[in-house]
T-cell receptor
Framework: NAGVTQTPKFQVLKTGQSMTLQCAQDMNHEYMSWYRQDPGMGLRLIHYSVGAGITDQGEVPNGYNVSRSTTEDFPLRLLSAAPSQTSVYFC???????????????FGPGTRLTVL | GENVEQHPSTLSVQEGDSAVIKCTYSDSASNYFPWYKQELGKRPQLIIDIRSNVGEKKDQRIAVTLNKTAKHFSLHITETQPEDSAVYFCAATLGSGAGSYQLTFGKGTKLSVIP
């Protein structure tokens, strides 16, 4: 199994450009999520999904859209990139078979995004 | 929502000494507390977790303790080695309902083990 994969690994955008960060998992996990990681801020939840067709907002959703058309894929769209969105983005997935979130979240390798 | 505080932000220890990282959480309904290790340039990886019905859990040189009354939990690393150098994150679930799978993370502790 490849686990959780993300593309691209690195991306540079200009302010106002849009792009999609790709995330895929091959573990048949129901739960998928996107985090951003900034220095000294830890990991902050952007959006999450508990299954195909179901998405919800996390702590810092502004400026980002998500969709979940399949179990495997959970893309993150930046609508109009801003310098404040410069960050490292991690996708994660987990099974929902445990009780109340008691299952490991597996992280992808991350995408380092710079917005000029 | 849940708030997780983590201390210290940086920690330096001599090889062979113990390291302790502490976290507090705000939502009394939180019931799952994982710890992640992130090496430089890598993804976070789970190293140990604890559930709210357990007070302590140990895995070789790593242990986690939970005090539900005080709403705090700690990571203990004994006999530290240079390869333990990394950033460690604590986390807690939001609680019951649809948010029970959302993890709220602390801001991280950078551990440096000095040979």
């Amino acid at each position: 199994n490849a686990g959780v994969t993300q593309t691209p690994k690195f991306q540079v955008l200009k302010t106002g450009q849009s792009m999609t960060l790709q995330c895929a998992q091959d573990m048949n996990h129901e739960y998928m999520s996107w985090y951003r990681q900034d220095p000294g801020m830890g990991l902050r939840l952007i959006h999450y999904s508990v299954g195909a067709g179901i998405t919800d907002q996390g702590e810092v959703p502004n400026g980002y859209n998500v969709s979940r058309s399949t179990t495997e894929d959970f893309p993150l769209r930046l609508l109009s990139a801003a310098p404040s969105q410069t960050s490292v983005y991690f996708c994660a997935s987990s099974s929902l078979s445990g009780t109340s979130g008691e299952t490991e979240q597996f992280f992808g390798p991350g995408t380092r995004l710079t917005v000029l | 929502g849940e708030n997780v505080e983590q201390h210290p932000s940086t920690l330096s220890v001599q090889e062979g000494d113990s390291a302790v990282i502490k976290c507090t959480y705000s939502d009394s309904a939180s019931n799952y507390f994982p710890w992640y290790k992130q090496e430089l340039g890598k993804r976070p990886q789970l190293i140990i977790d604890i559930r709210s019905n357990v007070g302590e859990k140990k895995d070789q040189r790593i242990a986690v303790t939970l005090n539900k009354t005080a709403k705090h939990f700690s990571l203990h690393i004994t006999e530290t080695q240079p390869e333990d150098s990394a950033v460690y994150f604590c986390a807690a679930t939001l609680g019951s309902g649809a948010g029970s799978y959302q993890l709220t993370f602390g801001k991280g502790t950078k551990l440096s083990v000095i040979p």
